[in-house]
């Protein structure tokens, strides 16, 4: 199982980046998927989550109006749209699969995602 993440940089307060994660070795559709980070000396903490039909996405208060979580499933891909970067969003971005047989249930801990990707670098700049 793989997931790779890209799409993180260097980026401007007020500016915006799209993050992908393209997964394989497994059944795309049959895993949510959610978004984390991980700031220097802090937890990693949820960012956005989705279920697996892509159409029940959650948002922690941080990124609400900012951040849009999605996926194709056609794709094996989830991103991560991010608006209005704000340097407190500077951290690295990692994508993580949970398995799930509800179309609805989409995990919050990171103890039920089984599977990670490397994470992506993002810097944003006041």
């Known amino acids: 199982v793989q997931l790779q993440a890209s799409g993180g940089g260097l980026q401007q307060a007020g500016g915006s980046l799209r993050l992908s994660c393209v997964v394989s070795?497994?059944?795309?559709?049959?895993?949510?998927m959610g978004w984390f980070r991980q700031a220097p000396g802090k937890e990693r903490e949820l960012v956005a989550r989705i279920n697996k039909r892509g159409d029940i996405p959650f948002y922690v208060t941080s990124g609400q109006g900012r951040f849009t979580i999605s996926r194709d499933n056609a794709k094996n891909t989830v991103y991560l749209q991010m608006n209005g970067l704000k340097p407190e969003d500077t951290a690295v971005y990692y994508c993580a699969a949970a398995f799930t047989s509800s179309n609805f249930y989409t995990p919050q801990m990171p103890s039920e995602y089984r599977h990670w990707g490397q994470g992506t670098l993002v810097t944003v700049s006041s």
């Open positions: 070795g497994l059944t795309f559709s049959t895993y949510a």
